[in-house]
């Protein structure tokens, strides 16, 4: 006679129950004859739903996982994780599955090599974080923090691309990146362990990345309930926690770095974790700063001018900090390292919205700042870069190329322009025009500045402007590469570069071509409706252009003999005559100093 159904579901409950009781126990869940079973345990899970059985089948493979490696490769060669993240995603809140399953994917994620599983279960992976989202909102057990990490080994690791596009992309639940928001809030405003906040704060980090600066201002609250919470309760406890754990870092890593007689400084392997937690901190502090900055610039932001004012203060606390950090560094003469590096960019990074803030204290640093390396670089190439956007801004004031000229610093700026046109690319083009602003301020105030502007310092740039001119052949390129040119050699003249025995004749002439080019572009501008973007260097190429003439005879004369001139004189029979083809007086003195 055969069982009816309920019999049989108590059979399968009872049989379950026994052995699980076996799977509880290391030594018998390792044998063979119970490892065995896993398919078939499996394929419970998968067509008998009900759930008691489901803990039961949940408690078996989490014993068997864990007892043994043969266990943990009998759940890996049956494809477990899939049933597992679908599982996670189907269980209702209350379910006591959800603490098992979540520990049995982390489990098998630890050892399991990340880029292999990703890439055969990215779907079901996503699935299974937009579950375990809702989980880590809710729960207010040790869950959610298994649901910290999990999530975060599955969005913040750096094989978790496929995953970030599949939420991206997806059609599942759109309340998960909000759930992730009130989970990190509630870890961050609440007592826990230095490292869980860090996880937390490494999860806000990645969930940016997904989704923008802007998921840091949004609702706090679960479905249904009603108390009010600012929408920028997150953004603040992230930006003051952030605060607190890069002071603690920057003390921790100081005591490594400069505090030898302690002993300390041997451990290199809490060095290294320290350094990757500070950088997580900095990317955070990095992108609120960019929140900030476009918050200030929209109508009708999310941000309360409470908050603004507390983040500006919190963020300026957090930059003296690092100040103090570099400064020790360079009393202990440290000039090579990844957090030195990292927090040159950051300074940097915040200076250039705030250009007032430590401008005293940068401009001090400014000659040590450039001396910097990180530990893959054989000689400052990345400090100078993480410089340029506050240099942009204080050497619009004389103050500022004072500051920069008379430590030399616009010789390492010139150096890093030359290396950085021999390998353009799109990633690069806005860093090497806000370089070419830095030179272009300083050249522009040297009569007013009380530090000397010298010819020679400037001249190794120009091959480097005449060959980004000619790989560009572009007409802002050609306007700001003649601009720079034409501002350099007005420095000096043809007589004193050539009593300089590292001047090359033939930057002359690159120089030359490079203005003339400006030249055309310049009278083709004039021509047209439309004013032309480049119209203001247009400008200050021909008026310096005009200057030049007296001083170089070589730049006259090829002028004189290009077919852009030669067109000035066609069919103008009269000084008159050829000053009415243009209407631009730069243009006309231009002319009247190469005719006469």
């Not at 209350?94 to 489990?107: C, G, N």
């Not at 920057?250 to 302690?262: G, I, K, P, Q, R």
């Not at 590292?502 to 004013?531: D, G, H, V, Y």
Request: glycine residues 4%.
């Amino acid at each position: 006679m055969i069982p009816d159904k309920d019999q049989q579901e108590a059979y399968l409950q009872l049989a379950l129950t026994i052995f699980a009781a076996f799977c509880r126990v290391p030594d018998l869940a390792s044998l063979d004859d119970i490892i065995s079973k896993v398919p078939i345990i499996l394929e419970t899970l998968t067509d008998k739903p009900g759930q008691r059985i489901t803990v039961e089948c949940f408690e078996c493979l989490l014993g068997i996982a864990t007892a043994s490696e043969k266990g943990f490769f009998a759940l890996r060669e049956t494809r477990a994780i899939p049933i597992i993240a679908n599982h996670i995603y189907l269980f209702p809140d209350d379910s006591p599955s959800i603490e098992m399953a979540v520990k049995l994917m982390q489990f098998l994620l630890a050892k399991i090599p990340m880029e292999i599983e990703i890439t055969e279960y990215t779907d079901d992976l996503a699935s299974a974080v937009v579950a375990i989202s809702r989980q880590f909102a809710i729960q207010q057990t040790s869950l959610k923090f298994d649901a910290l990490l999990l999530i975060s080994t599955l969005v913040a690791s750096e094989y978790s691309v496929p995953i970030r596009n599949a939420l991206q992309s997806s059609s599942r639940d759109p309340l998960w990146p909000t759930y992730v928001r009130i989970g990190i809030g509630t870890i961050l405003q609440n007592r826990v362990v230095a490292n869980k906040k860090h996880l937390a704060l490494s999860l806000a980090k990645s969930m940016m990345e997904i989704f923008g600066e802007d998921w840091l201002i949004g609702p706090m609250n679960l479905p249904g309930d009603e108390n009010t919470v600012p929408l920028d309760r997150c953004f603040l406890l992230v930006l003051e926690t952030s605060k607190v754990e890069i002071a603690v870092l920057l003390n921790e890593l100081a005591h490594f770095n400069f505090d030898t007689s302690s002993g300390v400084s041997s451990n290199l392997e809490d060095a290294t974790i320290r350094q990757r937690d500070l950088a997580n901190m900095y990317t955070l502090m990095e992108n609120i700063i960019k929140l900030l900055s476009n918050a200030c610039d929209k109508q009708g932001n999310c941000i309360s001018e409470s908050s603004m004012v507390k983040a500006m203060a919190a963020l300026n606390e957090s930059v003296g900090f690092i100040f103090n950090f570099l400064l020790d560094a360079k009393a202990h003469d440290l000039m090579k390292g990844d957090d030195l590096l990292a927090s040159i960019r950051i300074v940097g990074r915040y200076l250039a919205e705030s250009p007032s803030a430590y401008q005293k204290q940068f401009q001090e640093l400014l000659p040590y700042i450039f001396s910097v390396t990180g530990e893959s670089e054989e000689r400052p190439f990345l400090s100078v870069q993480f410089s340029l956007p506050v240099l942009c801004q204080t050497t619009m004031e004389c103050k500022g190329c004072n500051a920069l000229v008379s430590c030399g610093g616009h010789k390492q700026v010139l150096q890093y322009f030359s290396r950085l046109v021999e390998y353009i690319s799109q990633e690069t083009v806005s860093t090497i025009l806000l370089t070419c602003d830095i030179i272009m301020n300083i050249l522009l105030k040297r009569d007013e500045m009380r530090v000397k502007v010298r010819a020679v310092d400037f001249l190794p740039v120009l091959p480097a402007l005449a060959g980004w001119a000619a790989k560009g052949n572009d007409a802002m390129v050609i306007a700001m590469s003649s601009t720079i040119s034409t501002l350099v050699l007005d420095l000096s003249s043809e007589g004193s570069l050539a009593q300089i025995p590292e001047f090359q004749t033939e930057s002359l002439s690159k120089a030359s071509e490079l203005i003339i080019q400006c030249l055309e572009l310049c009278q083709q501008a004039e021509k047209s409706e439309t004013p032309a973007d480049e119209q203001d260097l247009y400008d200050i190429t021909v008026a310096g252009c005009a200057r030049l003439m007296a001083r170089y005879p070589s730049i006259r004369q090829a002028i004189r003999t290009s077919s852009w001139f030669q067109h000035f004189l066609q069919n103008q029979s009269s000084m008159e005559a050829i000053m009415g083809v243009t209407c631009n007086p730069c243009m006309q003195d231009l002319l009247r100093s190469i005719i006469g």
